[in-house]
């Protein structure tokens, strides 16, 4: 099975044409793709982003401007600029004269952000179904349904599973026709992204069923759009209990940091 976390050192893979012509794009699904128009902070921001998220640079792990510069082969100032964009997104701290560290995943933070999730995907689910979905992006959904089976099947890995779950959603967002939401929820998605990694690395068996984004499909190709809200505030619910049953087994309160556990 191939390692969760090693998406940021893969291959670059083509977008589908109907996620490709998506105008807000998980993170997730830009890895290896080609990002034009960013200046040295924008990509010094995406490179180091991209680090935390796959837990490359794990929580609690410590670096300094310096090192990041030599490994991205650029001066200490776009980087600087970049660590105070990711101070502000709430994904490192600033140690006094002793450098950087990667924020804490807690559970209390965990729980609200999994809460807004099943807030916004519902509700998208639900305006996509009213507005009715296009052909190719249902096609699109019912290949990426299709991928939870796989991986009960041994035919697929981790990683794809989660790179399945989080295009499903980001294509029913764009489908729902509020840009707005659409950004809000690929927002959420790229921060929830770390916790499902988390999860996914003290538990592997943590991940979504065989069916259950078949239900949304299902929903969206009715036109249900009570059903389809439901149907996938079902998944989103289910995902966090899962996350909080899981994450419990490496805290002893609900804001204590998330620990990382050991590779193999």
């Given at each position: 099975?191939?390692?969760?976390?090693?998406?940021?050192?893969?291959?670059?893979r083509p977008l589908h044409p109907v996620t490709g012509a998506m105008a807000h794009l998980p993170a997730?699904?830009?890895?290896?793709?080609?990002?034009?128009?960013?200046?040295?902070?924008?990509?010094?921001?995406?490179?180091?982003?991209?680090?935390?998220?796959?837990?490359?640079?794990?929580?609690?792990?410590?670096?300094?401007?310096?090192?990041?510069?030599?490994?991205?082969?650029?001066?200490?100032?776009?980087?600087?600029?970049?660590?105070?964009?990711?101070?502000?997104?709430?994904?490192?701290?600033?140690?006094p004269r002793a450098g950087y560290v990667v924020s804490p995943i807690t559970l209390q933070d965990t729980?609200?952000?999994?809460?807004?999730?099943?807030?916004?995907?519902?509700?998208?689910?639900?305006?996509?179904?009213?507005?009715?979905?296009?052909?190719?992006?249902?096609?699109?959904?019912?290949?990426?349904?299709?991928?939870?089976?796989?991986?009960?099947?041994?035919?697929?890995?981790?990683?794809?599973?989660?790179?399945?779950?989080?295009?499903?959603?980001?294509?029913?967002?764009?489908?729902?026709?509020?840009?707005?939401?659409?950004?809000?929820?690929?927002?959420?998605?790229?921060?929830?992204?770390?916790?499902?990694?988390?999860?996914?690395?003290?538990?592997?068996?943590?991940?979504?069923?065989?069916?259950?984004?078949?239900?949304?499909?299902?929903?969206?190709?009715?036109r249900d759009a009570d059903g389809a809200r439901e149907a996938m505030r079902g998944r989103c619910e289910?995902?966090?209990?899962?996350?909080?049953?899981?994450?419990?087994?490496?805290?002893?309160?609900?804001?204590?940091?998330?620990?990382?556990?050991?590779?193999?």
């Amino acid at each position: 099975m191939a390692s969760l976390i090693a998406d940021g050192r893969e291959a670059s893979r083509p977008l589908h044409p109907v996620t490709g012509a998506m105008a807000h794009l998980p993170a997730l699904l830009l890895v290896g793709q080609e990002v034009t128009g960013l200046d040295r902070t924008g990509q010094a921001y995406r490179a180091i982003r991209r680090q935390i998220i796959d837990l490359t640079l794990p929580p609690g792990s410590s670096f300094s401007e310096a090192s990041l510069a030599r490994q991205w082969q650029m001066s200490k100032t776009p980087v600087r600029e970049a660590l105070g964009r990711l101070r502000r997104d709430g994904l490192v701290d600033a140690l006094p004269r002793a450098g950087y560290v990667v924020s804490p995943i807690t559970l209390q933070d965990t729980d609200d952000l999994c809460a807004l999730r099943t807030l916004l995907a519902g509700e998208s689910a639900a305006a996509a179904a009213r507005r009715g979905v296009e052909g190719p992006a249902l096609e699109r959904l019912e290949e990426l349904a299709e991928v939870p089976g796989a991986l009960a099947a041994g035919e697929a890995d981790l990683e794809q599973s989660l790179r399945a779950g989080i295009e499903f959603e980001a294509v029913i967002a764009d489908a729902g026709g509020n840009g707005r939401y659409a950004k809000a929820i690929v927002g959420v998605l790229d921060e929830l992204e770390r916790v499902l990694r988390m999860a996914a690395l003290i538990a592997p068996e943590v991940a979504s069923p065989p069916g259950e984004l078949a239900g949304v499909h299902e929903r969206l190709r009715a036109r249900d759009a009570d059903g389809a809200r439901e149907a996938m505030r079902g998944r989103c619910e289910r995902v966090r209990r899962d996350v909080s049953r899981v994450l419990t087994k490496s805290a002893s309160v609900s804001r204590a940091g998330i620990e990382m556990p050991p590779r193999t």
